[in-house]
């Protein structure tokens, strides 16, 4: 894979011009190139495929995170901020916030929504360009992480996971929230619909049915709840433990360093 360094190019006047910073990038180019042309709809789309439902989620990743007041956290893979934002209200104004993704257009987004509101504890939240298998912190650093949709995506779940529990301080967690590859056949089933009559039609009308088609195929090449649990305890973490959602369709795995 190759390996990129990259920075946000805003000009002097941006406002969120000194929130940004860079890392190294090791991933699939067609995945980067795929999460940055649905960046200015992405929100929007969250919001109908999921009839709202994704918000609930997240609180409860955040939740499960164990982020407190004070806290320093990590956002890796944050997309357009929805886990940062409320990992900044969780750790208030004393606490600091970092969301890491590989899409400049992504970050682009978050830091615009960061911009539109005027809550102060999001002022301590800092976007950064960086890769999930090659975190640019140091070890135990963080006391707390979130990962959502992201684990699924990366192109190697062991190593983002090893480098997650790298910068993880010791009694700390990481919640991860994604779309659950169930082992019961009638949920499959269900997700597999809901994805070809629900999800792909209504990203049709953003002009991006192909972006969405891959949902299918990366939710089978992910990991079960089982196998979850099993690779965090491989990787070092003391416990592990998976929870369903949704009646199966989505999952969080919750693992203690």
């Known amino acids: 894979m190759a390996s990129l360094q990259l920075c946000l190019p805003f000009s002097s006047t941006s406002r969120s011009q000194f929130r940004f910073s860079y890392g190294r990038v090791r991933c699939s180019s067609e995945r980067q190139e795929l999460f940055s042309r649905i960046a200015p709809v992405y929100d929007n789309l969250n919001d109908l495929l999921s009839f709202g439902q994704h918000r609930i989620w997240k609180r409860m990743a955040v939740s499960w995170s164990g982020a407190k007041t004070g806290d320093n956290v990590l956002d890796v893979c944050c997309g357009s901020g929805d886990l940062s934002f409320l990992l900044s209200e969780q750790v208030g104004s004393q606490g600091k916030v970092i969301g890491l993704d590989f899409s400049k257009n992504q970050l682009s987004m978050a830091s615009s929504r960061q911009d539109l509101v005027s809550k102060a504890c999001y002022k301590n939240i800092e976007w950064v360009v960086g890769d999930a298998l090659d975190l640019p912190f140091s070890d135990c650093f963080f006391d707390a992480i979130t990962m959502g949709y992201g684990l699924r995506n990366v192109v190697d779940k062991r190593k983002a996971l ?11 967690r990481i919640s991860v929230l994604d779309f659950n590859k169930s082992t019961q056949p009638f949920t499959t089933a269900i997700q597999e619909w809901m994805i070809d009559n629900v999800v792909v039609p209504v990203a049709s009308g953003y002009g991006l049915a192909g972006e969405y088609q891959y949902l299918k195929s990366s939710i089978r090449a992910f990991l079960t709840g089982k196998d979850l649990e099993k690779l965090a ?3 070092g973490f003391s416990r592990a433990k998976h929870y369903e959602l949704s009646g199966g369709l989505m999952g969080n795995l919750v693992a203690t360093r």
């Open 233 to 235: 305890l491989e990787i």
């Open 162 to 172: 090893e480098e997650s529990f790298r910068v993880l301080k010791p009694g700390s």
